[in-house]
C-alpha cells in the first residue's frame, strides 16, 4: 500500500479511491454474514472449516495448498516493493533488502508467535500513517497548495463508462473489486484475529471499527500519489512522463529523497514507513502460513505429536517459509507493471474461486465437494488464461492519464538533482525520452478498436474484473454442479448460515419478530449432531456467545 497505491494514483489518478467503497461492502458483509459463522467454531485454521462441512479433506487440502501459494506470492510481492524503494532512498541493492527483511522477519515470528505479529502491527501502524501525513502535507505545501493540487487533471472522477476494457471506472473499482477484499476475511490472517476475539460481537465489531479506518490509509495512500503529480507539475517535469523514473514503483521513493533532502530523519520517517508495512504484511503472511501448515498438515498425518515437538517444528517452518517467499521475490523483480497490477492480477487467479467455496459452503446447504471443486476449477483456468493472454497476446498496455509538463525535466538530466540515490535513476537520455514519448503518442493515435480481433478485446479486460469473473463462473459451475452429484448426508449446523439465528436474533434477540418464548438458537440440534460425531466435540465451545 505505501508504494502501490501512491504510483496508481500518480499515472492512473484518484479514480482509485473509489476503492473504498467495494472495502467497506466488504467488510459489512464480512462483519454480518462471515463472523457468525466461523467465530463459534474457534479453529486453528480456516481450512478446518470445510472438513467439518463436508466431512472429508478433499476441499480443505486444496483450499490449503492455494492459500499457501498466495500468501507466498504475497509475501514477494510486498517485499520486492520495499527493495526498490529502499535501493532508491539508501542505495542497498534490492537483493539485500529482500534478503534481509524476510530473515529478520522469519526469525521474530518464529520467536514471538501471534503476540509478537499483533503487537507489532499496532506499533507499524502509527509510524505508517505518520509517514503519508508527512508527504501529503509537505508535497501540498511546496506544489503551491491544496488549490493547485486539485486542479490537476489526475483529480477528476468522470470516468463511469461500463466499458470493462477501461482500467479503472467507477464499476469496476466500486463493485467489481468487492470479492478481491471479500477474500481478504476467508484468509487465515483474518481469522486468527477473528478467533483471538471473546465472542461474535466483539469479532463483528473488529471489522465495523476497522473499516472506514482501512478505507481512511485507502484515500491517504491515494491522494499521495495525487499531491506527487501535482508536485511536478508546478515544477515542469513529470517524472514519469519524462522518462526520469524508469519503474512506476520508483516514483514515491524517488519523490521522498526530494521532498525531505534538506530535512534531516524525514527521510528516515518514510524508510520507517515502508518498513512498517513490510514487516506488518510478512509477519502476518509467516504466522498464518505457519498455522496452517502445522493444522492442516502435521497435525493431520501425526495426530499424538507432543506440544513440544510441536512448537519447534512451528518455528522451522516458519524459517522455510521465509526462505520460499524470498525466491518467490526474485521472480517478482522481473516482472514489468506496477507491483498493485501485478499482484492483483496473480491473486485474481484464486481469490474468486475460494471466496466461492466459503461462501456457498454456510449458504448453500446442497453444496458438494465435488460440484464446489468443478467450479473453483473452472474459474482459477479461466481467469488463468485471462491472465496469460494479457502477458503474452500482443495487447496494447493500459493507458494512463495524460503525462504532465516535461519541458523541464532538464534539471534532473543535467545532474542538478537533490540527491545522488534518486541520480541513479535518470538512465534516459533527452533524444531517448523523446523518442519514447514520440513512439507512444503514434502507437494511440494508430491504434483502432474495430481493427482489434476477438480475443484482443477479451485480454484488454480490466485486470480489477478478473477477480469478480472467477467468481461469478465459479459460482454458477459450483451450483449447478452441486445440483447433479449426491448431496451430503449429515451436514454440520454450525458449519451453515442461518437468517433467523445469525441476523435476526443476534441483532436484536428473541424479540424480532415477536415471539419472546422462541429459543434463541438451535444449541439442542447442534448438540445431537456433536453427539452422534464425538471427533468434532474438542473443535466447539459451546459457552461462546454464538
Known amino acids: 500500500m505505501v508504494l502501490a497505491f501512491p504510483a496508481e494514483g500518480y499515472v492512473y489518478g484518484m479514480m482509485y479511491l473509489f476503492m473504498a467503497i467495494s472495502g467497506g461492502i466488504a467488510n459489512i458483509f464480512s462483519a454480518f454474514f462471515v463472523v457468525p459463522v466461523f467465530h463459534p467454531l474457534k479453529l486453528t485454521s480456516i481450512y478446518e472449516y470445510l472438513n467439518l462441512r463436508y466431512g472429508d479433506n478433499i476441499l480443505r487440502n486444496v483450499t490449503m495448498i492455494i492459500g499457501v501459494i498466495y500468501y507466498l506470492f ?17 542505495g542497498i541493492p534490492f537483493w539485500a533488502t529482500i534478503i534481509g527483511y524476510i530473515t529478520l522477519t522469519a526469525i521474530y515470528t518464529s520467536i514471538g508467535g501471534i503476540r509478537a505479529v499483533i503487537w507489532t502491527d499496532c506499533f507499524q501502524f502509527v509510524i505508517m500513517v505518520t509517514g503519508f501525513v508527512a508527504i501529503i502535507v509537505k508535497g501540498t505545501i511546496d506544489a503551491g497548495g491544496p488549490g493547485v493540487v486539485i486542479s490537476t487533471d489526475r483529480f477528476s472522477f468522470k470516468e463511469f463508462s461500463a466499458d470493462p476494457r477501461i482500467r479503472y471506472t467507477f464499476w469496476n473499482l466500486s463493485f467489481g473489486s468487492i470479492i478481491f ?17 471473546p465472542n461474535v460481537r466483539a469479532a463483528r465489531n473488529l471489522y465495523l471499527i476497522c473499516c472506514p479506518i482501512y478505507n481512511l490509509i485507502l484515500i491517504m495512500a491515494v491522494l499521495e500519489g495525487g499531491v506527487i503529480y501535482a508536485y511536478y507539475y508546478s515544477k515542469g517535469c513529470d517524472i514519469n512522463g519524462g522518462g526520469i523514473v524508469d519503474n512506476v514503483n520508483a516514483i514515491i521513493p524517488f519523490t521522498i529523497m526530494e521532498l525531505f533532502n534538506n530535512h534531516p530523519g524525514l527521510p528516515g520517517l518514510f524508510i520507517a514507513a515502508l518498513s512498517s508495512a513490510a514487516f506488518s504484511t510478512l509477519s502476518s503472511c509467516l504466522s498464518s502460513l505457519t498455522a496452517i501448515a502445522y493444522e492442516d498438515v502435521i497435525k493431520v498425518r501425526y495426530p499424538n505429536l507432543k506440544p513440544v515437538f510441536g512448537t519447534k517444528i512451528s518455528k522451522i517452518m516458519t524459517l522455510v517459509f521465509g526462505a520460499v517467499a524470498m525466491g518467490l521475490a526474485f521472480i517478482i523483480s522481473v516482472l514489468p507493471g506496477s507491483i498493485q497490477a501485478i499482484s492483483q492480477s496473480i491473486f485474481a487467479c484464486v481469490d474468486g474461486p475460494m471466496c466461492m467455496i466459503f461462501i456457498l459452503s454456510p449458504m448453500f446447504k446442497r453444496s458438494t465437494t465435488k460440484g464446489l471443486l468443478t467450479g473453483a476449477i473452472v474459474g482459477m483456468v479461466v481467469v488463468m488464461w485471462l ?10 498496455d493500459d493507458q494512463s492519464l495524460p503525462y504532465g509538463p516535461t519541458h523541464n525535466c532538464d534539471i534532473y538530466r543535467d545532474g542538478n538533482v537533490t540527491t545522488t540515490m534518486a541520480y541513479k535513476y535518470l538512465n534516459v537520455s533527452n533524444s531517448e525520452t523523446t523518442s519514447l514519448i514520440i513512439n507512444t503518442t503514434l502507437t494511440v493515435d494508430q491504434s483502432d478498436p474495430q481493427m482489434k480481433t476477438f480475443f484482443q478485446h477479451i485480454y484488454s479486460i480490466s485486470y480489477v474484473w478478473f477477480s469478480m469473473i472467477g467468481f461469478i463462473l465459479s459460482m454458477a459451475v459450483g451450483i449447478v454442479a452441486s445440483l447433479l452429484t449426491a448431496p451430503p448426508t449429515n451436514v454440520n449446523p454450525m458449519t451453515l448460515f442461518s437468517w433467523d439465528k445469525h441476523i435476526k436474533e443476534e441483532l436484536c434477540g428473541r424479540g424480532c419478530d415477536g415471539d419472546e418464548n422462541r429459543p434463541t438458537t438451535s444449541v439442542g440440534e447442534e448438540m445431537k449432531f456433536l453427539s452422534k460425531n464425538d471427533g468434532t466435540k474438542s473443535v466447539f465451545n459451546m459457552n461462546d456467545d454464538i
Do not use: P
Open 74 to 90: 504475497y509475501m514477494g510481492t510486498v517485499t520486492y516493493g520495499t527493495s526498490v524503494a529502499l535501493e532508491v532512498v539508501m
Open 181 to 197: 477484499w471479500l477474500y481478504n476475511s476467508y484468509s487465515q490472517a483474518a481469522m486468527q484475529r477473528v478467533f483471538s476475539t
Open 387 to 396: 491472465n496469460m493472454g494479457k502477458l503474452f497476446f500482443s495487447v496494447e
